[in-house]
Structure formats: structure tokens, C-alpha cells
């Protein structure tokens, strides 16, 4: 279906029309349309272009408003503005008409997508986000980049962009040549069932790590066995390569089970991390050199910037490689984006970031463009987020001062949940399975919207209490609104059925409602050109705030306007419900149907 043009963009047509109309000279002036307390928009655009003309605001509005058919009328047959009024120096207060909103809706109903288009301009994201690291535990530090990639992912996909997903995993580096070389010293740390579970898999890595750090730390011996291995390792040996596999396929086992308590799917082949890129380092750092975009100091192969210097005044470079021939991470994320640009074809580089490593990913990104792998057709963004805070405003530890685990977080988050729902069982004659499945849909969800509400640049708190609330800004009041919806949508009786009535007056939360719903298409661009989910979020809880006001002050199934009054108020709940499923989806939250 061919996309359905928004009330706002309707109204800002006919505004450009009247405009053209009563100033031909002024053609291209913009209308500058807005949402207005004062009517339903407000253009501002005259007072500049009377500036211009050097006339009166108030005259030029005046002669555009002349121009406009305004319902009824016989000059627009689907009048799309109710009223109209110069205000102050020469804004122009527009009302939409009744039947407009209600129209353009149906129109937005009768597509599966909700009238949202599919982007002319689509191109190719590859997005690097979800990175943790081989070996390791997930902690709460990893909660973010997974949860804002999952959901830039579903949008992009979502307006029509080709998305190519990368996990860049911590999967090469010193530490392996002890882990391998205790393997092989120890060979059955790791036997397991084939079958295991994530937390099996963590637990045969945890005890192999620590055993593993304290023969390093106490064997001189170990420790220059395992840097042989280190060795061994960069150089392909067969056997050292076969374990380090098993450690990367063990943490995947983990990673894996991770990723779906957060519901958030994983697919081996997007997961490609330091090691994939090993066999470009020496061709990257040769090309920068030779290039001269990097230069040899004192033995490493460094690029120098103006803008960045240290505390002592000093520029401090971006070391690709170190004088005793090691490679540092940024010939790795420099490989990446070589990769990333000439064999995935990529148009933009999205990276799901913690900001702490903002100056890092500027000097990657500068010496991408020095060299030509980025330039105006293939640009790179660092989506940088900020930190994970407990209530009491410092970075979120345990009691004891230890980095929170994730999957910790993730059950006492589905517990908390699934005592909500369990209050609230009786009433729905939940099962216990039904009771723990919401629960965990609920609780999730909830830390999703925690997150993802939350501007990504920003600090957040994470309060478990707050954020499985049914008052608030939460998605606990999202998924109720939804699921109020659903339960009067099973109430409705065969007679009843949601049928929009164009012809129908509307209420001013009907309205209200309405004319928030049709924002949608807008919100989900905006969204998706800026990569801030949290400007959806915002949309639903307002979505959802507004349904409350219109499910308190007009009845559906019992409206006193006779069968078509309840068509047309069953047509908006579906509507909304249909919004809310549909914009909770993009955010990876589930909407249970009974809550």
C-alpha cells in the first residue's frame, strides 16, 4: 500500500498551496508547521518571509487564509481543516476537521505497516553492537549496547534499510595463550554434555580462568609456557587454534543464553570478533603507512592529530601497531571498517558504544576518512551511551563492590515481574506457567524500557521497584494500556465491531488521541534518521497516557451516540492497540494480550 500522508503533512500542503497562490514570488517558503497547545498546529513560517518582503506578518496571513478552503466547502471536497485564525504578529492557528482525522486514520488502519513507508533513500547500516568478551561473565555493563542495537536494528530493518549485524566479540588477545596452555596442561577442564547450559558453560569457564590466573600469577614457568602459546595462537598453530575454538564456542553456549532471557536473537554468522580480523593487520597497517596518513615514533606506527593532546600538552596519537610489532585495537576496528566498507558494501557504520571510548572511535573514524575508506558516500557514527547507575547515582555494584552479572539482573527482574502478575492473577484465572511466562515478558521488558526510554547519551538509574510499575513512565503501563485494550476488544459483542465514522463528531479526548496516533510514520523517521529510540519511547507513553484519558472520558462499549458512536470508539482502541503492539515491537518488548 502506497504510504498515507499524515494530517500534518495534508495541512502543510494546503498552507504551501495558499501560500503560492496569494504570493507566487514566495513559492518555496516554508509554512513552518507545528503542534500547537493553542489550536491543533500552529505555522510560524510568515512572520520570517513578511520579513523578507518587508510587508506585514498579519496582511500576508491574512491573504493566505483567503486561499484556504476551510469545511465545509465546496472548493475542497475532503476538507482537511475545520478553522483557521491569524494570531499575534501573524501565526496562523489551524484546527483539523473531525472527519480529516478520522479518515486519515482509517486510511493508516488499512495498512498493515500503519501507513509507515518504506524509505526511498535505503541504504546498507552495518551495526556493531552486543560485544562481550570470550571467557568472560556478562555483566551489567554489557545491558545497554545489547538492548539500543537490538531495538536501532528492528527500526532500521522496520523504514526499509538493508542492516548488517556485527557482534564484535573480545575473542583474541594474551589472555588465551594461559587459558589454552592450562587446557592443554589440564585437558578435561572443559568435558561437558553437548547440551550444556548457559550456566554450565560459564561455570566451566570461571573455574578454568581462576585456575588458570593462579598458576600465571605463581609459575614463572606457566607464564613463559603461555607466552610461547600467545605465540603459537597469532602464528595459526593447528592445536592451539582447535582449543581456542572450544573457549570461543563455550562462551557462545553462554553468550547464547543470555541474549535469550533478554529475548534479543543472535546468529553465529553476525558474530565476528577480533580474530576475524587477524588476517588484514599487516595489510591495514602497511597501507596507512605507506599512505603517510600513519607515521613510525620511536619504533610504533602512530597517527598524530591537532585536536588531541594529553595532560602535558602533548599530541597524543592512535598507536596501530607497537614497537615490538603487536597490533592495539585500533588496526583491529580499522580492519573492521576496511572490512566493513569494501566486501559488506556498507553506506553507514553504526556503533553501539560506551562514550568512554569516544576519543578512541574519533581518531579510528578521522584516519578511516585520511586514508579514504570513509568519505561522503560512507560515513561512520559512534552511537555512544552512558552508564548503568545504581539508586544511589554511582556506577551499579553489588553490595559487596562487584560488577553486577547480567543474568542476575535479567531473573531477579522477571521475579520481580512475575509477582506483579501473580497480584493481579485472579482476576484472569492465570496458570503458573501463564503467570511466569508474563512475567518474564513483563520484567524484561520492563528493563528494556528502563533503558531504552532514557536519552542513549545518558546516565540511568536502575530501580527494579520503579521500573515493574504500573504508575509511571514504564513499560508496565504501556503493556496494561495494551492489554486493557485487547480486554475490551473480547467484550465487544458481534454486533460491535471497529468500523471508522468519518461522518461523526469527535470528543476532545477523542480527538487528542487521534491526532497523536497519526504521528506515528513521522516519529518512527525522526527515530530512525537520528538513531534515538528513546523518542519512541516517548511516543508510546504519550499514546498510552492519552488512551487512559480517552478510556476515562468516553465510554466504548456503552457510548450514548447509538451502534456507530461504539464502531468508532472501538475503531480508535484497536487502532492504538495496533500502534502500541506495533512500536513496543521495535523497541523488543513484548505485549501480553492479558495483563
Avoid at 583491529?332 to 566498507?341: C, E
Avoid at 578521522?366 to 560515513?379: F, Q, S, V
Amino acid at each position: 500500500m502506497a504510504s498515507v500522508p499524515s494530517l500534518a503533512a495534508s495541512v502543510h500542503q494546503r498552507i504551501a498551496n495558499a501560500l503560492t497562490a496569494a504570493l507566487p514570488e514566495a513559492a518555496s517558503a516554508d509554512p513552518l508547521l507545528r503542534r500547537s497547545d493553542r489550536a491543533d498546529f500552529q505555522a510560524n513560517g510568515l512572520l520570517a518571509l513578511a520579513k523578507q518582503l518587508k510587508g506585514n506578518p498579519r496582511e500576508l496571513a491574512a491573504k493566505v487564509v483567503e486561499r484556504l478552503p476551510v469545511a465545509p466547502s465546496s472548493a475542497d471536497p475532503d476538507p482537511v481543516i475545520a478553522d483557521i485564525k491569524v494570531s499575534g504578529p501573524g501565526f496562523l492557528n489551524i484546527t483539523v476537521a473531525d472527519s480529516a482525522i478520522t479518515a486519515t486514520l482509517a486510511a493508516r488502519a488499512a495498512d498493515d505497516r500503519l501507513g509507515v513507508p518504506l524509505a526511498a533513500d535505503a541504504g546498507t547500516t552495518v551495526i556493531d553492537y552486543a560485544q562481550p568478551n570470550v571467557a568472560k561473565e556478562m555483566h551489567v555493563g554489557h545491558l545497554r549496547s545489547a538492548v539500543i542495537g537490538d531495538a536501532v536494528v528492528r527500526i532500521l530493518e522496520f523504514t526499509g534499510e538493508k542492516v548488517v549485524r556485527r557482534h564484535h566479540i573480545g575473542d583474541w588477545g594474551t589472555q588465551f595463550g594461559m587459558l589454552i596452555q592450562y587446557l592443554i596442561e589440564h585437558p578435561h577442564e572443559l568435558d561437558h554434555r553437548d547440551a550444556a547450559s548457559g550456566e554450565e558453560a560459564m561455570s566451566n569457564l570461571n573455574r578454568l580462568y581462576k585456575a588458570a590466573r593462579g598458576l600465571f600469577d605463581s609459575d614463572s614457568e606457566f607464564k613463559e609456557r603461555s607466552r610461547r602459546r600467545v605465540v603459537d595462537l597469532q602464528a595459526g598453530d593447528e592445536e592451539t587454534i582447535a582449543l581456542w575454538r572450544k573457549f570461543v564456542d563455550e562462551s557462545k553456549i553462554y553468550f547464547y543464553s543470555v541474549f535469550d532471557k533478554l529475548d534479543i536473537e543472535i546468529h553465529d554468522p553476525d558474530v565476528v570478533g577480533e580474530s576475524g580480523y587477524n588476517d588484514m593487520l599487516a595489510e591495514t597497517c602497511r597501507l596507512l603507512e605507506e599512505s603517510g596518513v600513519a607515521v613510525r615514533s620511536e619504533g610504533a606506527l602512530c597517527v598524530f592529530f591537532d585536536d588531541v593532546k594529553g595532560p602535558d600538552g602533548n599530541p597524543v596519537p592512535l598507536i596501530v601497531q607497537k614497537s615490538d610489532g603487536g597490533f592495539g585495537y585500533a588496526a583491529t576496528d580499522l580492519s573492521a571498517i576496511r572490512d566493513r566498507v569494501q566486501n559488506l558494501q556498507a553506506d553507514t557504520l553504526l556503533y553501539v558504544v560506551d562514550a568512554r571510548q569516544s576519543l578512541h572511535f574519533k581518531m579510528v573514524f578521522e584516519t578511516a576518512r585520511r586514508i579514504g575508506w570513509l568519505n561522503e558516500k560512507t560515513h561512520a557514527v559512534q552511537l555512544a551511551f552512558g552508564t548503568v547507575l545504581g539508586k544511589d547515582g554511582k556506577p551499579f555494584k553489588t553490595r559487596e563492590g562487584e560488577t553486577v552479572r547480567l543474568e542476575d539482573l535479567l531473573d531477579e527482574a522477571t521475579e520481580r515481574a512475575a509477582a506483579v502478575v501473580r497480584e493481579k492473577s485472579e482476576k484472569l484465572g492465570l496458570t503458573e506457567q501463564e503467570i511466569l511466562e508474563r512475567g518474564g515478558q513483563v520484567g524484561i521488558g520492563a528493563v528494556k524500557y528502563a533503558d531504552l526510554s532514557t536519552s542513549a547519551s545518558r546516565d540511568y538509574k536502575f530501580d527494579l521497584d520503579q521500573m515493574v510499575s504500573l504508575n509511571g513512565d514504564t513499560s508496565v503501563y504501556l503493556q496494561y494500556a495494551y492489554a486493557r485494550i485487547q480486554s475490551i476488544l473480547r467484550r465487544a459483542d458481534e454486533t460491535q465491531a471497529p468500523v471508522p465514522h468519518p461522518e461523526l463528531p469527535l470528543a476532545p479526548a477523542e480527538r487528542a488521541l487521534g491526532l497523536h496516533a497519526d504521528q506515528f510514520a513521522e516519529t518512527l523517521a525522526e527515530v530512525s534518521a537520528s538513531y534515538e529510540p528513546h523518542k519512541l519511547a516517548a511516543y508510546l507513553y504519550q499514546l498510552a497516557s492519552l488512551f487512559t484519558t480517552f478510556y476515562d472520558q468516553c465510554p466504548v462499549l456503552k457510548a450514548k451516540g447509538g451502534p456507530a458512536e461504539v464502531e468508532n470508539r472501538l475503531f480508535l482502541c484497536d487502532l492504538t492497540a495496533r500502534t502500541l503492539r506495533q512500536g513496543m515491537s521495535l523497541l523488543g518488548i513484548r505485549t501480553p494480550e492479558r495483563l
